[in-house]
């Protein structure tokens, strides 16, 4: 029972250091302070002043099961009309389709000005197997005048259940992203068909009146806008409204779930146990075990299921309160009560987060339950959370007991991927070293499963 929670849950501390451990930690680019211009974002548009009417902030992400893309973008100012054009990348002198039909919609900050801006969201045309797009989106202002954004590619999954990759990470800002630049020489080698963030992107999205969510969109434009993007939130991503996600049968875009392939994904807002009421935290875990319940009766089919949030159920800086009593409040609930890791346990979640990298063994209250990953008997988590952001890394203490649990960890810079097939996956975690370049791989583990403990963990499922 693979329960890879990749229960990416990303931790937050606060450190001072202006230099930890070869990991470079500013003063800038934190919540209510805005980011300069350093090493790793000193190429893009982020800082620039858009036309009201022109295309920015522009993302992905796939629709039924990569068959179509949506494409999602923002103008500060209403417009006449809009239009997608997307064609193959082997026939650049042809633009294949147009799509002129657009989701638009003015979304308002919760912000002191109340700023607006309105969001546009195209839907591809079914789209053909194992090929790169290229696409651009033309917008056409109040006065007639036509803007072009750059033009973005990005490549559509194999149409079979075979083997597929993700990116996974979290904790990127516009400051000290030191990522940012393998992750954009990865979005143009199409080897990653998404990318999850595991919460707290820009710091904060909501700082002066929206302007810094802007900011940092436009940053990681030229990734979102070719790796499509999954999320979950952080508590950086806890002020005023979101997006609306209709599709997630929840009440609001926090939570939700997908099936790809031979994975079930579900992101679950971890924060709802620190800034909800009992009669929140109950809702999300009800949803969430009925979305458990329902993606184990597919087991046979899809027989992976990852759970990502933003703090973790482990980890082991324990001198910290997050890996400490909030880790506790997360596993147990309040008051011993309504907390997450049964139901991990329960519905066998195959993976089940900090400023740095850790991976645990299959665990269970606290304890080993095996080191192996084939067939385990309960989930392991993994935490990603060390792109770079401008508090760098959270230092591991060297003079305190590893806990038994712990498989791995590593606190330089990096990112994780994770290769998925119907009978393995495979964790990958690089290291980015601090000059902004793709480093050494520092952990892999393999996880299997056979096809008889798949179909026993469905039938344990339909018993209950």
Known sequence: MLRLLLLVFILMTTAKALFVNNKTVVCYGGPGTMPSTDLYNQDGDWNRTYYPAEPQQIHT????NGKAIRVQFSTMSTI???RLQYWYESDDNK????VYESLDWEFVDGGIAKHSQFMHTFISKQLEPSTIYKYKIETKGKDQRIFVSNTYEFHTPQEDASSFK?????????ANAVSMPVFKELAHNHDYDFVAIMGDQGYNLDDFNGTKGDQYMNFAQDFYASVPLLTTAGNHEAAFDLMPYHESD???AMQYSIDYKSLHLVSFATEVFFEGSDAQVQTSLQWLEQDLIRASRRRAKVPWI???????LYCSILSNPDCKENAETLRFGH?????LESLLVKYNVDIGHKHNYERTFPVRNDTTLTRSYHNAPSFFQVITGNAGNYEGGDIFDNDTEVPSWLGNRFQGYGFSTIEISPRH???HHYETHIDGTLGHLQDHVRVTKTKCHINKQRIIRQQD
């Open 250 to 252: 929840f009440d609001d």
């Open 166 to 174: 993700f990116l996974a990470t979290g904790d990127l800002g516009v």
């Open 61 to 64: 992400s796939w629709v039924s």
């Open 335 to 339: 008051s011993k009560q309504h907390g």
């Open 306 to 312: 990852i759970v990502i949030g933003h703090r973790p």
């Open 95 to 98: 633009e294949d389709d147009v």
């Open 425 to 427: 996956l495979d964790l």
């Open 80 to 82: 006449e009309s809009s």
